[in-house]
């Protein structure tokens, strides 16, 4: 449902607000000093691209008047303000657990892409653990998240607290978010990480991020209600590669299926769709596949506690034409 233009209103003052207090924070030397001991000097985004045919998808309205702006990095310092989507090792830290363990399997999780050198999208980098660890790996990497619980999409189940709690149920999210965030930033820091995060609409990458030798594409789509839409958005940012890891069906037909439902309560969880369907919304985008794996990785939450089989596909651009 579209907010309403007094909804509108209070939102822009409120960022207004923000912007003000982080401008007068960052006026202060101490500040300054601060930060700048671990934040290097953005680097320009890259030109040698060959020219991308763009697909249009609409632009949500309340996007366009906010303007581009990566993510005021955060100076996180305490464990118990952060939630962490991985289980990390973190420097003068120690082990962290997490919702997904990847350690150790990052090359075979992505595929074994090579992305020394080149420059990195992280869809729904959450806690950063890819991100951080491919920056391991000699790339360049952009963080991106959503900017707010309000962009989550629920299953409409009728008698769940997303709908019957519904301002519960978001500021609950508000808080996860914000939390794995914190969790993004310790790690940041920690690790000397030189990323970007960016925070806005999947449905809606700006083009001033730029173009990415390599976009990931890691276990975010069954999250979203309209995964294609993603994956559009995902295409139109990559002069290369795209990396998709998610749970696929492994089916001959272009099926797609509902994943959350009444009986198993998780409203979260959207569509699985076939390998077969990945192909050719991946053909429809000037995509092609080029690697397809599947391996078993260790998930511990509240709806698993075992090996969950993830497959990751690498598809390479082949339509280069403005």
């Not at 030798?213 to 294609?228: G, K, M, N």
């Amino acid at each position: 449902m579209a907010e309403s233009v007094d909804a509108l209103k209070e939102r822009l003052a409120y960022l207004e607000q923000t912007i003000e207090s982080l401008k007068k924070w960052e006026r202060r030397s101490w500040f300054k000093r601060t930060f700048n001991r671990w934040i290097p000097p953005r680097k320009p985004v890259s030109t040698h691209y060959a020219p991308i045919r763009q697909i249009e998808t609409k632009v949500e309205d309340k996007d366009k008047a906010v303007p581009f702006a990566y993510a005021t990095p955060r100076m996180v310092t305490d464990l118990t303000q952060c939630c962490f989507y991985h289980t990390v090792d973190l420097p003068t830290v120690g082990t962290v657990k997490g919702h997904w363990d990847l350690r150790g399997r990052i090359g075979e999780y992505l595929g074994r892409i090579d992305v020394a050198g080149r420059r990195v999208l992280d869809l729904g980098t959450a806690s950063g653990f890819l991100t951080f660890e491919m920056e391991k790996q000699g790339a360049h990497v952009v963080s991106f998240d959503a900017d707010s619980s309000e962009r989550f999409a629920f299953l409409p189940m009728h008698s769940h607290d997303s709908v019957t709690k519904r301002e519960e149920w978001y500021a609950l999210h508000e808080g996860v978010l914000n939390t794995t965030k914190n969790s993004y930033w310790l790690s940041h820091r920690l690790h000397n990480s030189s990323a970007q995060a960016y925070y806005g609409n999947v449905y809606n990458l700006p083009g001033e991020l730029g173009m990415f030798d390599v976009v990931v594409v890691a276990q975010i789509l069954i999250h979203l209600r309209d995964p294609i839409m993603a994956l559009t958005q995902a295409a139109n940012r990559s002069a290369r590669h795209l990396v998709i890891a998610e749970g696929m069906i492994d089916s001959p037909e272009a099926d797609m299926r509902l994943c959350g439902s009444m009986k198993n309560g998780i409203p979260y969880a959207w569509f699985k769709l076939s390998t077969t369907l990945y192909r050719e919304v991946l053909e429809m985008l000037g995509f092609r596949i080029i690697r397809q794996t599947t391996a078993s990785y260790s998930c511990s939450d509240s709806q698993h506690d075992n090996q969950i089989p993830i497959t990751t596909i690498i598809a390479e651009r082949v339509q280069t034409t403005a």
